[in-house]
Structures are given as C-alpha cells and as structure tokens.
C-alpha cells in the first residue's frame, strides 16, 4: 500500500520528465508517450536560448537560502524567549503573532508594494529577502518545540551555572532543536523557491527573475512547446529535490541521535 502510494506520488514527477525528453508532436499524440524521448538536451537547449536559466536558478538560491538561514536563526532565538523566558507583555504578544498568520499574504501586496517602492527596491534581490527574513510561523514552531523538548530544569541549571540567555541558546538550546531547525527550514526553502506572485510584482528586470518567474516566460502566448516548458520545470524543481533530500536525512539523523541519547 505504502509503495502504491509513492508510485502515485512520484508519477506526476516522472510524467513531467517525460513530456522534456520528447518533441512536441510527441506531446500532443493520442494516446500520449509513456516511454522518456531523445529529446531532453534538445529541449534544455531551447530553455537556455529562451531565458537566463542558469542566472534565475542563482537569484532563487540565493534568497532561498538567505531568508531560510534567517528565518531559522530570528524565530529560534523569538521561540526561546516566548518559550523559556518571562517578560511583560508576553502572552499579547504571542497572540498578535498568531493573529498575523490569520490574515492572507495578499492582502499586504499593495501595501508592501508602496514600501518597497518608496526603498527604491524594485527590480533588487532585497525586496525578496527583508520581508522574508522574520516568520511568525517559524516563531510559533519554534516556541511550540522549546517548550515541549527542552525542560525548565536544564535552563535553571544553566543560569545557576553562571550562563547567559545567549550562551544557553548556542550551547544547549541550538543542539537540542536541531529536528525542528530541519522541519521549519524544508518548509520555508520550498515556500520561498515556490513563491510567484511578490517575485512577479516587484522584479522587473530580466537579470534579477527567480526561477520561477523566468520559467513563466516560457509558456508564449502563440506557440507552446511543451517539451521546452517541461525541460525548464523539471530542471528548475531538481534543485529543490535536492534541498529536500538533504534536509530529510539530517532530520531523520537527528532523531536517532536523540534517541540513542
């Protein structure tokens, strides 16, 4: 059952690299090609005559890996605090934060829109990066794992130790959430290398696309070569399989580490 079900899953992906292997007379035959063509430099060739591919794959590393490293880094150290330590204000806080989940990201385009306009960030790599960097899902994950994995007994003996708030975080905080750093950073790289619409809205220029913003380009308005748009999808989701992969490992490490211990 288990392997029927991964063969479904997977089959969306392979139909995929089947469709960039052959020419689009192939494509549109009934019944259609089954079977991968010869056709999958050909049809890569035509992406890389098309769009700047192997640039918006840089420009979709780059923010990925930059708001994930920042999201991971910012929403651990505001987990520990809604988490293990006691401020004024801490509950409303936590609530505001929750609430912001609640409202859809559309309705802060425009008003992001005018920020970064009036930043003189259209068309710049920033006006993906910044309003990334701090996630209030991350913070909610975060304070969430903290508070059930790591006991209040282990920070008291830390501060008896002579620790500071930061020293506790590096030392013993950061080593024990290690599953949840892997969990919040898969979900937040395939969000940001998915995301289209901010992409679309705020690059103009041709050199600063993302991946998926130049693989849009493919699909022209007169004439569709399936195989082209396919070959540029199946290449420019490789990488996130990739990420995916690496990602899964260590989080399955870490928890057989932890469990060991």
Request: with cysteine; net charge positive; proline share 5%.
């Amino acid at each position: 059952m288990l392997f029927s079900g991964a063969l479904l899953s997977l089959f969306p992906f392979y139909w995929m690299f089947v469709i960039a292997t052959n020419p689009n007379h192939v494509v549109n035959r009934v019944p259609p090609a089954m079977l991968p063509g010869e056709h999958l430099v050909i049809n890569f060739k035509n992406v890389l005559e098309t769009i700047p591919f192997f640039g918006a794959l840089y420009n979709s590393f780059l923010v990925s890996t930059t708001v994930t490293v920042s999201v991971l880094f910012l929403s651990s150290l505001a987990g520990y605090a809604f988490a293990k330590l006691r401020f004024k204000g801490k509950n409303v806080l936590f609530v505001f934060i929750l609430v912001t989940m609640m409202i859809p990201s559309q309705l802060g385009l425009i008003p992001s829109y005018v920020i970064i306009t009036k930043l003189g960030w259209i068309s710049d790599l920033r006006a993906l990066i910044v309003p990334g960097m701090v996630s209030a899902f991350g913070i909610f994950w975060m304070r969430q794992y903290i508070k059930e994995a790591i006991p209040d007994e282990l920070v008291e003996a830390a501060k008896i130790d002579g620790c500071s708030q930061l020293r506790i975080y590096w030392t013993i905080v950061v080593p024990l959430i290690l599953p949840a750093f892997a969990t919040l950073g898969i979900i937040t790289y395939m969000g940001v290398w998915n995301d289209f619409m901010w992409p679309l809205v705020v690059l103009k220029d041709e050199s600063v696309h993302t991946i998926q913003v130049a693989v849009r380009l493919l699909n022209d308005a007169y004439v569709r070569d399936y195989g082209m748009i396919m070959s540029g999808t199946f290449w420019a989701t490789v990488p996130l399989v990739v990420i995916f992969l690496v990602f899964n490992k260590f989080f399955i490490e870490s928890l057989t580490k932890g469990a060991v211990k």
